[in-house]
Nanobody, 122 residues
Framework: VQLQASGGGLVQAGGSLRLSCAAS????????RGWFRQAPGKEREFVAV????????NYAESVKGRFTIARDNARNTVSLQMNSLKPEDTAVYYC????????????????WGQGTQVTVSS
């Protein structure tokens, strides 16, 4: 499975960005897609996840109500709509695919995209 993240950029606080994660390869072998982020000097942290079976979504408390993860089956992509962005959302955002395990921890994800930079200015 190959993942390609895109859509990052520079935005002012309160603005919006939409990230996209395109997939190719044996995507049918995975059970969902997640987004993580890593700010300078910090550990990679969970942001959101979408589980194929049932379409269940879950979010980190810090982004709940502002971010939305969704799937576009026709394009085999997963998006992360980010609204009301804050400076503390600044990070490199990664999309990843999992098959099993603790979906809130990066160790459960077998496939990773290259990351896209999101910078929110105050």
């Amino acid at each position: 499975v190959q993942l390609q993240a895109s859509g990052g950029g520079l935005v002012q606080a309160g603005g919006s960005l939409r990230l996209s994660c395109a997939a190719s390869g044996r995507t049918f072998s995975t059970n969902g897609r997640g987004w993580f982020r890593q700010a300078p000097g910090k550990e990679r942290e969970f942001v959101a996840v979408l589980i194929w079976n049932g379409g269940t979504t879950n979010y980190a408390e810090s982004v709940k109500g502002r971010f939305t993860i969704a799937r576009d089956n026709a394009r085999n992509t997963v998006s992360l709509q980010m609204n009301s962005l804050k400076p503390e959302d600044t990070a490199v955002y990664y999309c990843a695919a999992f098959r099993a395990g603790n979906i809130y921890h990066s160790m459960a994800y077998e496939y990773w995209g290259q990351g896209t930079q999101v910078t929110v200015s105050s």
